[in-house]
């Protein structure tokens, strides 16, 4: 299966420009179908800032506002690019499913380099969450965002305004294991 995703980064940006000005901004997605009718929303609060790292709170809704599902998680910089823990693309329902029980995980970071082009193949991310419920082990997930190239620049019209973008198209894999049943 192959996605695309915006990424607003820019070849002349720093990191200090997204770690810096990030702490204490929310920032809301509203998911739109082909004929741009809302389907839901996903929002990013910034609740701390340690050094070069942001740790945020998303939020997503369905597209009448009610709550489907929220996660922390945080986005890093080692000064020539951003990463994104790969936590923050558990799919919502599944974060909802797991409401009030602890998750921990391993894997590596989503990277995006800061001076992205067109042409360029970035690197895989992974990783594998496990859910505890009352100390045992409730779900195991792994997730994988695989071939992912920057396939386009592109200037994308908003309600907030104009932003320039990457296009970026990658394989994406979510498997998971409930109380030993598997899906896909």
Known sequence: MCLAA???LASAQTCDQFI???????????NLDAKRNKQGSVSYSSVKKEGSTLS???????KNGKA???????IS???????IDMKSFVPASS???????????????LTYPLNLKVGDKL??????????NNGSKFSKMQIAMTNRTVEASEQVQT?????????ISYESLFKAKIMGLGYR
Do not use: P
Request: hydrophobic share 35%; with cysteine; aromatic share 10%.
């Open 56 to 62: 945020y709170h998303n939020g997503v809704t369905d």
């Open 20 to 30: 810096s000005n990030g702490n204490g901004k929310k920032v809301v997605y509203s």
């Open 95 to 109: 974060a909802k499913q797991f409401n009030g029980m602890q998750m921990q995980g391993d894997g590596k970071y």
């Open 77 to 83: 910089s080692n000064g020539s690019a951003l990463k």
């Open 6 to 8: 915006l990424v607003r």
């Open 123 to 132: 690197e895989d991310g992974d990783a594998t969450i496990i859910v505890m």
């Open 159 to 167: 309600a907030a305004g104009a932003f320039d973008c990457f296009k």
């Open 68 to 74: 489907i599902g929220n996660a922390n998680f945080d």
